[in-house]
C-alpha cells in the first residue's frame, strides 16, 4: 500500500512541477520557443523557507517534462538546458491541418508568413507562432504527405501546398 501512495504522491507533484514549469516559461502574448536553464531557474528554490531541490531532483521533474513531449534537452549529454515547447509539433501540426481544410486551402497554396501572421489564422494556436516550431510542425505534415514545402526568396515567402 505504501508504495501505491508513495507513486500517487509522486505523480501528483511531477504533473504540478509540469505545470508550474509550463506557466513560469510561456504566456499567452509570447509563443517562442524558450530556454530553460535549469541551474539560473528560480522555480528551484524557496528562501522563505530555505528548501531547493537537489540537481537530480530537478531532472526527475524536467525529465518527466521532457516525457510530457514540451521539452527537449539541448544537451543531452549534461542536460543543464532544457528547450520548453509550448505546443507539441505533432498537434501544431493538427491543428495547421484542421485549419487548412475547413479553409479551404487544401489542393491551393499559402505562404509560411500567411500562416504565421495573415488575416485567415486569427485566434488560431498557430498565429504568431516561433518559426521553427511552425516548420517542425509543418515537416510533420510533410512526411504525412499532407503537404508539400516550396522554398521562396525569403523564408517567409516559402509555400505550403496542402493536400
Known amino acids: 500500500m505504501l508504495n501505491t501512495d508513495f507513486s500517487l504522491c509522486r505523480a501528483t507533484s511531477l504533473t504540478l512541477c ?4 509550463f506557466d513560469h516559461c510561456i504566456t499567452d502574448t509570447d509563443l517562442k520557443i524558450k530556454t530553460l536553464v535549469l541551474h539560473e531557474c528560480p522555480l528551484w528554490k524557496n528562501p522563505k523557507i530555505e528548501r531547493e531541490l537537489t540537481g537530480d531532483e530537478i531532472r526527475l521533474v524536467m525529465d518527466d517534462f521532457i ?3 514540451h521539452g527537449e534537452w539541448e544537451d543531452p549529454q549534461t542536460r543543464t538546458r532544457c ?3 509550448w505546443r507539441k509539433p505533432e498537434q501544431l ?3 495547421i491541418y484542421d485549419w487548412a481544410v475547413s479553409n479551404g ?3 491551393s497554396v ?3 508568413f500567411e500562416l504565421h501572421s ?3 489564422v486569427n485566434g488560431m494556436s498557430f498565429q504568431g507562432a516561433d518559426e521553427e516550431l511552425l516548420r517542425r510542425a509543418l515537416g510533420i505534415l510533410e512526411s504525412q504527405g499532407k503537404c508539400a514545402l516550396f522554398r521562396g526568396d525569403t523564408s517567409s515567402e516559402d509555400g505550403i501546398k496542402f493536400f
Request: glycine share 10%; proline share 0%; hydrophobic share 30%.
Open 18 to 21: 509540469l505545470s508550474v514549469t
Open 67 to 69: 516525457s510530457s513531449g
Open 83 to 85: 528547450r520548453i515547447l
Open 93 to 95: 501540426a493538427s491543428d
Open 105 to 107: 486551402y487544401v489542393n
Open 110 to 112: 499559402c505562404t509560411v
Open 118 to 120: 495573415g488575416e485567415d
